[in-house]
């Protein structure tokens, strides 16, 4: 059963423009941060790691307000490629109470955008749902 879906998309010009080391300090995780050092247009990297972090957030329904920190959610790469993500603090609460089992996240950037979606869901099936 799905328990919710989140959608962000940023605008790169205003990122880039914003984009210093101690906002990658305020909004990425070491390993965030190691990874988009690797890549040849890091900010776009950054950018879609910041969607995905807000799309989590619109997915669990809480905010920056609700206790949710920028650190509590981060954006990491299997051998594979794929890209999965990892709660901890107030999310990782978050996510228990909520009953999510699986998380799927989706990133793609241009030169201009970068956009993540994220769908939470539990391996519970509701009672509403169509066989």
């Not at 010009?13 to 050092?37: D, N, T, V």
Request: proline letters at 2%; charged letters at 25%.
């Amino acid at each position: 059963m799905i328990i919710g879906i989140g959608i962000d998309i940023v605008d790169l010009g205003r990122f880039q423009k914003r984009l210093s080391q101690e906002l990658i300090q305020e909004l990425f995780l070491p390993g965030e941060i190691a990874y988009c050092r690797t890549q040849h247009h890091n900010e776009e990297n950054y950018a879609a790691r910041f969607a995905a972090k807000e799309a989590v957030f619109k997915a669990l329904g809480h905010g920056l307000e609700q206790g949710l920190r920028w650190h509590d959610v981060e954006v990491c790469k299997k051998d594979t490629g794929a890209v999965y993500l990892a709660f901890s603090g107030r999310a990782a609460e978050l996510a228990a109470q909520k009953k999510v089992t699986n998380s799927h996240l989706s990133l793609s950037h241009s030169r201009q955008n970068a956009i993540a979606m994220v769908v939470l869901e539990n391996s519970e099936q509701s009672s509403e749902e169509i066989p």
